[in-house]
């Protein structure tokens, strides 16, 4: 199970951690991503870290967001800066037992999903 947490309303430019909790199976072995579905639009990979450290942006966060993962915790972090209001959407974790980031973009195969948590950015 994964369970994201974090979300809230925030000025543009704020800042907010969200936080992916998981049990139930190997953390460790684990790709780990947040995907953000805005109303109206697609789901779309944000950022992934992988068991080796590797990681993953997607160009519209680069820069803003950083990820980080603790397996002692069991969890993944997703720091986000300077937010802007294009930002605003529902963040989901998700996890898969592979080690190629280049899966980050891609929501289908996924093993195992968060409920999402509401990212809102004023202007």
């Known amino acids: 199970q994964l369970q994201a947490s974090g979300g809230g309303l925030v000025q543009s430019g704020g800042s907010l951690r969200l936080s992916c909790a998981a049990s139930g199976f190997k953390f460790d072995d684990y790709l780990i991503v947040w995907f953000r579905q805005a109303p109206g639009k697609e789901r779309e990979g944000v950022s992934c870290?992988?068991?080796?450290?590797?990681?993953y942006f997607a160009d519209s966060v680069k820069g803003r967001f950083t990820i980080s993962r603790d397996n002692t915790k069991k969890t993944v972090y997703l720091e986000m800066n300077n937010l802007k209001p294009e930002d605003t959407a529902v963040y989901y974790c998700a996890a898969k037992n592979v080690y190629g980031i280049a899966w980050c973009q891609y929501s289908y195969g996924m093993e195992y999903w968060g409920e999402g948590t509401l990212v809102t950015v004023s202007s």
């Open positions: 870290v992988n068991s080796g450290g590797s990681t």
